[in-house]
């Protein structure tokens, strides 16, 4: 009886390591035995799958290529009939053989990576918060705002009390407004007008304003590294430098024990800085339910302007927006439908749709790749375009995913495509020139250079008048027309003047934030 | 029939209506021959619904993964060498993951190891199907006893050690294994009553 009581624990603690349980060593022939497995994995099912790692479909597809090109050459094509059969074969996974020396080879790698680059432990701080941060079930916080001038004066700017757990929040600013989000309903009480606003549940820009998760995002998306610790409200902290290409480094704060982000402060822009600062963060503990109920002070009048209903079907979405809406296979959590629009929530991703306007007209400086026969805006987070009637626009970490299952033929910008070698005279590029231009719009100024029309519409207009553009452009905007925009390079046509074509590039930053540069253009 | 029920009967649906996956037959066929882009955009397009449905069997990341990767390859074979992709492909990949399932269970019981088959039969693919798997484990579990319900709510649903699980139910380890051992013993009963 004892030894039956470790096998089944064994095999519990083998599946909760997500490993198979035969590799345990607790193969066994009993039914009974068999019937409590059956019985552990039906309980476990009640729980989400664990994913595998991200880049998982990408591993899939190497490994099948490699697999079908590797027949291929040495022309020992089975037929389906053998592989079936069950005959010993090469798993796709690498033979057990090569794992220990596959191990050594990364073992050795990454001692000669540390021996090269002192800051490689050191950055593990930054993925240790960005795990914590994924970890975070709750928390309730002071978050404090503060700017200082490069006279050294400082200033406390304002300050506000948060409450999150899991998807509800509240946020009450020091002059008495607060904002709830309970998952059902979003309102705002505000103190001074006497009134409670009722705002739609989704999409939720608040949220996004003081979110933890996107600071650890951009922290491991940009270089960064750990340049010292530092003692911030009370908190021992590692503070990390984070360097955007092209754009003045800042720092962010991370605290040593609960490896969350606790400061973060912007670089001098303007002679202006501002440091947000978590002046007291209590996390993962019990949040009081009645934050979050919806309960209108007496006196106060409620304002309304279709905030949307929460409905339990999408038949039911279906009769107040007056469409059908395009579904991806996985069900959403929530459908909130409005008079003219349909918001799907999946969790950290948004579906809106809307019946289709006017043109199409993707944003200047999205990049562009093709979906349901049609162009894709890809634009910070978001991948928008048309198709059955519908505009549809979806937000979010699994963006792609779920877009690609609405439109099947979806296609991302090819961001590897050569534009730039097809340009019959070559540009050169003073790159001081470029990154004094990326630091003048960071700082705000010229927000112009981030639109590649913009820039392809100065560049061509220049060469018509050397001496300097006064009044409005020889060349009027109407005549350009974005052809491609992979993201880091773009090509756009000009249908009168001196230049057929223009090719732009993004030097420093391949985002959403980075400039474009003209690096070539096609002479009429 | 009342109003309300009439309304039920013709409108609402869960929410979870399943839309068909469409996958262009020269992608499918591209793929067979091995063109990179194409067998990228088929498991990018199907991996997730086919690792879920094979999770949901083996409950292990480990095993899922090598069968799901497995059913691709055993598919993209069947394709290449029948020049026709199957109408259904996710229904294809999903059938083909049962069987590597089964093989391997049968390799066991070759072994003279016992199988429940029941956990590889395929299922009827709908949300109702699912939720009523799901109701049946939740009311099953209902009817143990509340420290039996702790134990395998510590151990396998939050994924506690046994010493964890010890510290937090006042127990010694062997007690929790005997524990959790009687749970799953009921529990295994409770489940085959509902069957």
């Known amino acids: ?524 | 029939m009342t109003f309300d029920n009439a309304y039920s009967s013709v409108f609402i649906k869960p929410i979870g209506i399943k839309k068909v996956k469409v996958i262009r037959t020269n992608i499918l066929l591209k793929a067979a021959q091995g063109d990179a882009y194409s067998i990228e955009e088929l498991c990018l397009a199907l991996w997730e619904p086919v690792y879920r449905f094979i999770y949901h069997r083996v409950q292990n990341r480990e095993e899922a993964e090598d069968i799901t990767q497995e059913s691709f390859a055993r598919t993209l074979a069947y394709f290449r060498n029948h020049g026709e992709p199957p109408h259904n492909v996710l229904g294809y990949l999903k059938t083909v993951g049962v069987n590597i399932i089964r093989d391997s269970w049968r390799k066991r019981q070759l072994q003279g190891k016992v199988v429940n088959w029941e956990d590889v039969k395929p299922l009827v693919e709908d949300n109702q199907t699912e939720l009523v798997q799901r109701l049946r484990i939740e009311s099953a579990l209902e009817r143990l006893k509340p420290e039996q319900k702790t134990v395998l709510q510590l151990r396998i649903l939050m994924g506690c050690s046994v010493a964890d699980t010890a510290r937090q139910m006042g127990k010694s380890e062997a007690a929790v294994r005997t524990c959790q051992y009687r749970a799953l013993q009921t529990l295994a009963r409770y489940l085959d009553d509902v069957d």
């Open chain 1, 1 to 524: 009886m004892e030894r039956k009581e470790s096998i089944v624990s064994e095999y519990i603690d083998a599946l909760n390591k997500e490993a198979a349980p035969g590799k345990t060593g607790n193969g066994v022939n009993d039914q009974e035995l068999e019937q409590i497995f059956s019985a552990v994995r039906a309980v476990k099912s009640l729980k989400e799958p664990a994913l595998p790692d991200s880049g998982f479909a990408q591993g899939l597809a190497e490994k099948l290529t490699t697999r079908i090109q590797e027949r291929e050459r040495s022309g020992t094509v089975r037929n389906a009939s053998g592989v079936l059969a069950g005959q010993s074969r090469p798993k796709l996974s690498r033979p057990k053989w090569m794992i220990p020396a596959a191990a050594l080879a990364a073992c050795l790698l990454i001692l000669a990576v540390m021996v090269s680059s002192p800051n490689m432990f050191r950055n593990d701080v930054a993925y240790a918060m960005q795990q914590a941060v994924s970890n975070l079930s709750s928390y309730h916080g002071v978050l404090e705002m503060r700017s200082n001038n490069q006279a050294g004066e400082e200033w406390l700017v304002r300050r506000a009390e948060l409450w999150s757990v899991g998807d509800r929040y509240a946020v009450r600013q020091d002059d008495g407004t607060v904002t709830v989000n309970n998952g059902d309903k979003k309102w705002q009480v505000r103190p001074q007008e006497k009134a409670v606003a009722i705002l739609p549940v989704l999409p939720d820009p608040t949220r996004q304003g003081f979110d933890l998760r996107d600071e650890a995002q951009r922290a491991l998306q940009y270089p960064h590294e750990v340049v010292g610790s530092e003692v911030i409200a009370g908190r021992d902290t590692s503070k990390l430098e984070i360097r955007p290409p092209g754009g003045l480094a800042y720092h962010l704060w991370v605290d040593k024990q609960t490896d969350l982000p606790i400061q973060i402060r912007t670089p001098m822009q303007n002679s202006l800085q501002t440091t947000y600062t978590f002046i007291s963060l209590e996390v993962n503990s019990p949040v009081e339910d009645h934050l979050f109920a919806y309960q209108p002070p007496q006196g106060y009048k409620i304002v309304q302007d279709d905030p949307g209903q929460l409905v339990a079907t999408v038949e039911e979405a279906v009769l107040i927006s007056g469409f059908a809406p395009l579904l991806p296979d996985a069900a959403p959590k929530r459908v909130l439908a409005f008079q003219d629009r349909m918001v799907l929530d999946y969790g950290d991703t948004t579906i809106t749709e809307v019946s289709a306007q006017g043109s199409f007209a993707p944003a200047p400086n999205s990049a562009l790749g093709q979906a349901a026969g049609g162009p894709l805006e890809v634009w910070w987070e978001g991948l928008r375009w048309r198709q059955n009637g519908l505009e549809i626009k979806v937000t979010g970490p699994q963006r792609v995913a779920l877009a690609a299952e609405i439109a099947p033929d979806l296609t991302l910008p090819q961001v590897s495509h050569d534009l730039v070698s097809q340009a019959q005279v070559k540009v050169s590029v003073d790159m001081d020139i470029v990154r004094a231009n990326q630091m003048q719009v960071d700082r705000g100024s010229s927000p112009w250079q981030l639109d590649p029309l913009h820039v392809a519409m100065t560049f061509v207009n220049l060469k018509v008048s050397p001496q300097g553009i006064i009044g409005e452009p020889e060349i009027g905007s109407a005549s350009f027309k974005l052809e491609l925009n992979t993201g880091a390079q773009a090509a756009i046509t000009v249908s009168e003047g001196p230049v057929k074509k223009v090719y732009l590039q993004r030097l420093l930053r391949q985002d959403e934030t980075g400039i474009w540069s003209v690096v070539g253009y096609d002479p009429r």
